[in-house]
Nanobody
Framework: QVQLAESGGGLVQAGGSMRLSCAAS????????VGWFRQAPGKEREFVAA??????LYADSVKGRFTISRDNAKNTVYLQMINLKPENTAVYYC????????????????WGQGTQVTVSA
């Protein structure tokens, strides 16, 4: 199992950029996919992006603006966000796939504390 911790959130103006980090513990981190999710005020949690081996997946709403990447040597997955919009305001969470080598469809493990991203107009 891997444990994940999100960081990098904060306040940014619309049009700005931000990079979130998801740091993992565990020597087998590279075997797991990682997904980013978010929950905006008053809304359901939703999928944002995932990286599963060499495959990357994105929600339609963030394609072209968000980029997910990973550095296995640092046990970290990143979510680079550009051209941020007020509607991107949310708590962002990263989650590992439910088991090593499993796919996006198999789902993800539990939720962490998340990191707050606030985009001002």
């Amino acid at each position: 199992q891997v444990q994940l911790a999100e960081s990098g959130g904060g306040l940014v103006q619309a049009g700005g950029s931000m990079r979130l980090s998801c740091a993992a513990s565990g020597r087998t981190f590279s075997r797991y996919g990682v997904g980013w999710f978010r929950q905006a005020p008053g809304k359901e949690r939703e999928f944002v992006a995932a990286i599963i081996s060499s495959l990357t997946l994105y929600a339609d709403s963030v394609k072209g603006r968000f980029t997910i990447s990973r550095d296995n040597a640092k046990n970290t997955v990143y979510l680079q966000m550009i051209n941020l919009k007020p509607e991107n305001t949310a708590v962002y969470y990263c989650r590992a796939t439910i088991s090593a080598y499993s796919s996006h469809r198999n789902g993800y493990s539990g939720w962490g504390q998340g990191t707050q991203v606030t985009v001002s107009a």
